[in-house]
């Protein structure tokens, strides 16, 4: 019975062995599970420069990217000081280089700022025209012909077209759209290659490149650095790309006589070249790829061609700008002043006086024979009339052939004239025309004839003598023009069908020395009124807006024997200078920020 119980013993652990190691064996074959590898997204990071920005459409154009909408998903962070911070589509600026961005196939994912804004070049918007800068549509060309003495590379944006056009070829870029698809193109040829492309065309040269599709007062002009041709609402827009001290070699002899006193020179040099800092800034056409266009509008460029003076004063002054605080200034300038110049804050308004600007505050240049200013009283007009009626007054602007300037309109002269230009200027800034309507100022349209003047009158005058608002009765209707531009732009000599005379001169004579019929425009908001029956009698002073810098002043207190430095300070207030020139130098290993 014992020897029994042994073995059943024996026999079930036996069975247990057997069984244990089997299910041992069994879990050593069972596959291990593990969790699935995540494929890394392929992304591409590069160093790129913003090129256009539409904030209201999302899309931005980036060197080198191809991709050019972006969403709110979109990441945008600042280096400095080797921290990362967040920052918004608004610190992306039109013409930055210190820029990176990382993409893939479908979207921009992030977009790294290395610092603050970095400009060494600036974007410059090519007019077909520069005679009349109210008219927008001069920005737009139909067709573009380019030609260098050597080659030339093009490209699309995005860099995946690339072209090289060989020395002395003229090529013509022309714009389509398909009746079909209703897509617009640009085409050109190469030879016997053809082009068809919808993107921004990027083009450069060893040499400078002559765009002989437009012309200027040196003829067919040329451009430095880079040119590039895009489209916008079924036309071209053409932008140069160009450092900014090249481009003010050809800024500078363009708004200001070479022939000039060399301090003079320097002071347009270091005006122009804040004016364009701050320009860039402001991002007034980030939607069309440029800072600044080449008119009055911003900076005459390119009109005359370079000279040895000019690039003198340029290179001489290299970098130099004018701030208030931390910022570059408004550099505004002028040709000539009436002995006034004009507080800023009375001048670039929309429908009242704003705040005074520290650094544009008017100064009264004139000198009475004890060196002292001639006294007006801005606050009657009796004054104002009295003071620009005389001729012969001592002020550094004196040579201005309009120093002093007097025009006559009748009634229906002054009615053609404005139904010609005022619902287009209302259309374009409504609240600086407001109408009288039942007590109170309103913006309402206007009708295409307002009617028989009645009367018009000086509305408000700002303290330092410029002419801030009219006021126009007639039997139709009561309404203010605000702003001396747009009054100058409104009541413009050449619209009155008949002829008007404009009679101009300067403090050497007691008498006016020079006739001119029907001006473009009113030489400048320093004026009084005086009727006489049914003639209006504007008598002024000056040439331009009156804000900042008198050209002819400068000129004269250089042969006085003051330096740039000195000048500037005659025509700018609670102002410093400093150096702006640098390069931006690429980041190392960018790809660890991403």
Known sequence: MKKKYLCFLLFFFLMFMITGCKEEKEKEKEPEITPPVEEKEDTEIIHTEVLLIDREKQYIELRSCPITTYDDTLEIVRLEDGKLSPATIDDLWVGMENVYVQYNEQKLIKILIDGKPSFVNIRVGIRHSIQDIADISTLFHDNIILYSNSTMRMQTFDGLETYQIPAETQIAFNVHTSITSQETYIDAWIGKTYIKTNKRLLIEGANEISVSSISRQLGAPSYYGRLEISIYEGKMLLVNEVPIENYLTKVVPSEM???????????????????????????????????????EQSQVYNNIGTTEAASSAVSQTSGLCMFYEDEPIIAYYFSGSSGLTANGNEVWIEDHVIDEIPYLIGHNLTQDEEGNPIEFDSHSEESMLQFFKQIQINSPCGANTNHRWHVLMTKEQLKNAINANLKMMAATYPSSYPQLKDGEWVIADFPNDIGNIQNIEVDERGESGVVVSLKVTTDQLTFRMINQYNIRFTIRPRDAISDVMVYHGTNQYPIYSRVTKNDSILPSGFFALEWEEDTLHFYGGGSGHGVGMSQYGANEYANQGLDFKAILEKFYSNITFKNTNGRYSSLLEFEKYF
């Open 257 to 295: 006589p070479s022939s000039w006193n060399s301090e003079a020179l320097k002071a347009q040099a270091v005006a122009a070249r804040t004016y364009a800092q701050r320009d860039i800034y402001n991002q007034k056409f980030p939607n069309y790829g440029y800072a600044v266009d080449d008119s």
